[in-house]
């Protein structure tokens, strides 16, 4: 058996879920019908919304998971987002009444992403709001990134799991440029500090916030 084209998960009874982002989960009407014929063609029973917009394709039997993506591949193209880890953006520039003016979070999202591919700093999950109100939930995802007047706030730490926590502000009025140098700073530094399969609340707690500000901000 060839290895798996993108990361897949297995179930308990031997099939896979494929999740696909298309678009960060912004899609078209015509995307859903083109999504439910794949799930038709690869004979899958049950589609899923996750609640990092992807839609996952739930019971895929092992010879069905490449041919699937690289039917995925054919229908979107570079539309298809690929971060290490999760990254999740409210609907703000594109759609809410509320985004700060002046700010595009779809867009950065995506420059996101691409720093998140640079690095290997193991599961991160990133929300990208925009404006406080935080409908990404970014204060509880590792990197929290929002909107405000004033430019872009980063936290760091935040966790919705067993022992949960709610992120730190690390720096905030920043523009969009500085962000992005900073979170590239940020992915060194959890690739370079994290012990296996460690996530970034365990790793601050471990070393120190201390520690991580002075690597990562001048
Ligand atoms: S975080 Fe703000 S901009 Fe984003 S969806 Fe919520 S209210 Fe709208």
Not at 77 to 85: D, M, S, T, V, Y
Not at 119 to 134: M, Q, R
Request: proline residues 4%; glycine residues 10%.
């Amino acid at each position: 058996m060839e290895p798996f084209k993108y990361h897949v998960t297995q179930h308990k009874d031997g099939t896979y879920s494929v999740g696909v982002s298309i678009d960060q989960g912004y899609m078209t009407p015509d995307d859903f019908l083109v999504l439910a014929q794949l799930a038709k063609k690869h004979q899958v029973s049950t589609l899923m919304a996750t609640t990092a917009k992807k839609i996952s394709f739930m019971d895929v039997t092992e010879q069905a998971v490449n041919p699937l993506w690289e039917d995925l591949e054919q229908a979107f193209g570079n539309r298809l987002c690929f971060p290490k880890g999760k990254i999740i953006v409210c609907p703000g520039s594109r759609f809410c009444k509320f985004a700060t003016p002046g700010k595009d979070n779809h867009a950065l999202g995506r420059k996101i992403e691409r720093i998140s591919q640079a690095h290997d700093a193991g599961k991160i999950k990133v929300g990208v709001s925009c404006c406080p109100l935080g409908c990404a939930m970014p204060r509880v995802r590792d990197l929290g990134v929002l909107a405000t007047a004033k430019g872009w706030m980063l936290t760091i730490g935040g966790n919705g799991g067993a022992k949960p926590g709610v992120g730190q502000v690390i720096a905030q009025d920043l523009s969009e440029e500085a962000l992005l140098e900073l979170l590239d700073k940020v992915y060194q530094y959890f690739q370079d500090n994290k012990t296996g399969k460690e996530r970034t609340i365990r790793t601050v707690e471990r070393l120190g916030i201390e520690h991580l500000k002075a690597a990562v901000l001048n």
